[in-house]
């Protein structure tokens, strides 16, 4: 039983990072309706540049890690500038095709900068682990799971609290009539990247902390794609609960009936969920022609 | 009085194929309420998407004509720099953000103002819907077709403009509504002295409110003058206000459509 307690635990911190990952998603899905497959690669990016701060070019880590913000923002607008910009008004598959194409690149990218081998991030979190009541949490991931619940909030403030947000939130709702109000769209896009870009680097951050660091690090944004289309491609609360159970489901297969599972069975519950809610758990009922 | 709006013979063309209008041309006063009158189809709301440059976003385009507001030809403009110059677009269908709360539906607009006060702006709003204070935290999509139009117009005093091109406001709406919209867009006009260009099905309600009509079919402009003119003209009468020649109400059954061409058609 404790186990049980321990297992869960470790699986919800891990579903903490999955959550943000799929933040990430979402908030481009939210505003402009393209399901960015280029995330998980962002991510990765995210990623290097802080192990580039960190460890290549000696800085601490907390200007290291401000710096990662800059650059991955940098790269949310210039990716939205140079790729997407440009296809304003075309049909969301196109959109998408653009998303898969941008993904080799930075996978490519980071071949060519950092080489394929694999790499360390420099730690950030303390070394002991989190011991609650006799159950062991390792660092890493405990203090992941922390810093992406603070992104999370973080960014859930803003959406709610301050003008910009209100405006994007409008621009996700009716882009036309946000465009009555004096709202820069094409601006509210560009800042919807920079976020996203941003939410992808911390968890490009945590995730190199937890495992590696190399090229193919992007991938993991593919199985959390599975995970925001459970929590409803278009919310956020929805992406949370969804990383979380993702997570905990992963670990209790993973302990209960074998590390082979792991990958799968979680998998399984989805389909299982989306045959009863095809849009997912908190998502909005839509059809989306494709 | 000075011309803030001037439309100049303007051919509007969907999808590079289907022209819908064909030469129509306008003007708004300062100040002034013009009302634009005509059937279904006839281009009424093109011709303010035109104004407000929403055209790109259903594929249409100002095929040829220019459209000026304060005298600077507004092709080149964006759509949202337009609306943060003065001119505002109170659409069809009211377009209220559903999930957004009433006072975040106010402060979208705010964007379109230069002014930082908001709790002031926010306030005279609701001194003109006193509805949308109770409301006020309730998100939008859950207001009545009435109070949705009272936000959409509210979100247009928040923004302070100088024109405001309102489409079809008395839409899916009962009598009484109608009237106490129609009455706060009569103090809008007097109080603030916006200029309104007014597109209503309903052409009793929009020649009582206005100063000058144009009435538009098939995409060009067949009358105008001043409303006092047109109240007397014999076939704005019977085709647009349901009037005999003598001044009754008349029954639609009695119009003899087949007999009586309109005069401006032949």
């Known amino acids: 039983m404790d186990f049980f307690l321990e297992v869960s635990l470790v699986g919800l911190a891990i ?23 280029a995330h998980g690669n962002m991510m990765m990016f995210g990623a290097y540049f ?52 941008i993904a080799s690149i930075l996978h490519g990218a980071a071949q060519l900068i950092w080489t394929a081998g694999d790499f360390f991030l420099p730690p ?8 609650i009541d006799e159950m062991y949490i390792p660092a890493n991931t405990g203090y992941g799971f922390l810093v992406a619940l603070g992104a999370i909030g973080g960014f859930l403030l803003l959406f709610r609290f301050t003008r910009s947000g209100v405006a994007m939130r409008a621009t996700a709702s009716d882009q036309i009539a946000a465009t009555t109000m004096g709202i820069n769209v094409p601006a509210m896009f560009s800042l919807t990247w920079v976020y996203a870009s941003i939410t992808a680097a911390l968890a490009g951050v ?46 209790l297969t993973g302990f209960y009936i074998g590390g082979a599972f792991k990958d799968v069975v979680p998998f399984v519950v989805l389909l299982a969920i989306l045959i009863v809610r095809p849009h997912g758990l908190f998502g909005t009922p839509e059809i989306e022609r494709l | 009085m000075a011309t803030v709006l001037e439309v100049n013979n303007i051919e509007v063309v969907y999808q590079h194929t289907v022209q819908v209008l064909r030469g129509l041309s306008l003007s708004v006063p300062e100040g002034a309420v013009v009302a634009l009158l005509g059937a279904n189809g006839a281009g009424k709301t093109t011709t303010l998407k035109a104004v407000s440059g929403l055209l790109p ?16 030809d507004i092709a080149r403009s964006a759509p ?49 819907f006193p509805r949308l204070a109770e409301r006020r935290r309730q998100k939008a999509g859950y207001l009545s077709g009435g109070e949705q139009q009272m936000l959409a117009i509210g979100r247009a005093l928040v923004a302070e403009p100088k024109v405001m091109l309102l489409d079809e406001p008395s839409l899916g709406l009962a009598p009484l509504l109608v009237q106490e919209i129609f009455d706060v867009i009569t103090r809008i006009n007097r109080d603030r002295g916006v200029a309104i260009l007014l597109v209503e099905q309903n052409a009793t309600l929009a020649l009582e409110v206005a100063s000058y009509g144009y009435i538009v079919e098939n995409g060009r402009v067949v009358i105008d003058g001043p409303v006092e003119t ?26 003899k459509h087949y007999r009586r061409r309109k005069r401006w058609l032949s």
């Open chain 1, 15 to 37: 579903g903490g990072v999955y959550a943000l990952v799929a933040v990430g998603y979402v908030l481009v899905y939210r505003t402009t309706h393209v399901i960015n497959f």
């Open chain 1, 50 to 101: 802080y192990f580039t701060f960190a460890e290549l070019l000696g800085l601490h880590w907390t200007i290291s890690i401000v710096l990662t913000v800059i650059a991955a923002a940098g790269l949310g607008a210039g990716i939205e500038r140079v790729a997407l910009r440009p296809l304003l008004g075309r049909p969301a598959i196109s959109i998408v095709m653009v998303t898969v194409g």
């Open chain 1, 124 to 131: 950030i979190f303390p070394d002991l682990p989190i011991v």
């Open chain 1, 206 to 251: 945590v995730v190199g902390s937890i495992t590696t660091l190399n090229p193919s690090m992007g991938l993991i944004g593919l199985s959390v794609l599975a995970v925001v289309i459970l929590g409803g491609m278009d919310s956020v609360i929805g992406a949370v609960a969804a990383g979380l159970i993702v997570g905990w489901i992963e670990a």
């Open chain 2, 57 to 72: 976003f259903e594929n249409g385009a100002v095929a040829s004509g220019n459209i000026t507001f304060f005298g600077d």
């Open chain 2, 80 to 128: 949202h720099d337009l609306v943060r110059r003065g001119l505002f677009h109170v659409m069809e269908g009211r377009r209220v953000f559903e999930d957004l709360s009433v006072e975040e539906n106010l402060l979208a607009a705010t964007y379109a103002s230069s002014n930082r006060q908001t709790a002031k702006a926010y306030d005279e709003v609701y001194g003109y």
């Open chain 2, 230 to 255: 047109l109240k007397a003209d014999r076939d704005v009468r019977e085709f647009y206000l349901g009037l005999g020649s003598h001044g009754s109400a008349r029954s639609f059954r009695d119009v």
